[in-house]
T-cell receptor
C-alpha cells in the first residue's frame, strides 16, 4: 500500500494560465475526493468520484474547474484561466466502500497564482 | 447542515501533560465523526473515527476521542503529550451518502518541551 500520491507537489503559474493536477489513489479504492484548503482553514470539498463516475460537485467548483477519472483509477483536476483566488492547497483523498468511511489523503498540490 | 466547530485556535500544553482538542458537531441523524492531523506542508493523516458503538474511541499514536451525544461533542485526547504531537488537528463529519467530509477550521497544537 503506497498511499495516495499527487503530482506536482508545487505549481506556480501566472494568472490566466491553465493548470492540471494528478492524483493516484490507493489501489482498489473506488472512491476519490478532491478538496481545497486555504491558509488557516480546513479543507473544503470540491468533487467526488465513485469509480469513473463524477457523482457530486460543490458549488465551489466553478465552470473553470473540471475533473476526470477516466478509468476509475487516477484522477485529474484542471483549472482553466487561473485567478489569484485559486491559490490554495489542492488535496486528493480516497476510500474504499463498503466498510470503511475514513478517507486517506495525499500530500497535496500547492498552487500559487501570480 | 452537517458541520463541526473547533472553538479554540491554538492549544498550548507542556510535554508530558494531558492534551485535549475540542470539537462540537451539529448533524441531523447519527454522526460519523473523524479526527485528522496535518504536519507542515503535508496532507492529512487519519487518527480515528466514531461511527457507532463505544463512546471512547482509540486511534493512532496514543490518541483517543470521547463521543458525547448529550453535549454534541467529540473531543480528542492524549494522556501525555509529546513535542512531536505539535501539529494542526482537524475534526470532521461525514456529510451525505457520498461520504464527503466537512471539516472544522483546525486547532494548532503546540507542545512545549
Amino acid at each position: 500500500d503506497t498511499g495516495v500520491s499527487q503530482d506536482p507537489r508545487h505549481k506556480i503559474t501566472k494568472r490566466g494560465q491553465n493548470v492540471t493536477f494528478r492524483c493516484d489513489p490507493i489501489s482498489e479504492h473506488n472512491r476519490l475526493y478532491w478538496y481545497r484548503q486555504t491558509l488557516g482553514q480546513g479543507p473544503e470539498f470540491l468533487t467526488y468520484f465513485q469509480n469513473e463516475a463524477q457523482l457530486e460537485k460543490s458549488r465551489l467548483l466553478s465552470d473553470r474547474f473540471s475533473a476526470e477519472r477516466p478509468k476509475g483509477s487516477f484522477s485529474t483536476l484542471e483549472i482553466q484561466r487561473t485567478e489569484q483566488g485559486d491559490s490554495a492547497m489542492y488535496l486528493c483523498a480516497s476510500s474504499l466502500t463498503p466498510g470503511s468511511y475514513e478517507q486517506y489523503f495525499g500530500p497535496g498540490t500547492r498552487l500559487t497564482v501570480t | 447542515a452537517q458541520s463541526v466547530a473547533q472553538p479554540e485556535d491554538q492549544v498550548n500544553v507542556a510535554e508530558g501533560n494531558p492534551l485535549t482538542v475540542k470539537c462540537t458537531y451539529s448533524v441531523s441523524g447519527n454522526p460519523y465523526l473523524f479526527w485528522y492531523v496535518q504536519y507542515p506542508n503535508r496532507g492529512l493523516q487519519f487518527l480515528l473515527k466514531y461511527i457507532t458503538g463505544d463512546n471512547l474511541v482509540k486511534g493512532s499514536y496514543g490518541f483517543e476521542a470521547e463521543f458525547n451525544k448529550s453535549q454534541t461533542s467529540f473531543h480528542l485526547k492524549k494522556p501525555s503529550a509529546l513535542v512531536s504531537d505539535s501539529a494542526l488537528y482537524f475534526c470532521a463529519v461525514r456529510v451525505g451518502g457520498n461520504n464527503r467530509l466537512a471539516f472544522g477550521k483546525g486547532n494548532q497544537v503546540v507542545v512545549i518541551p
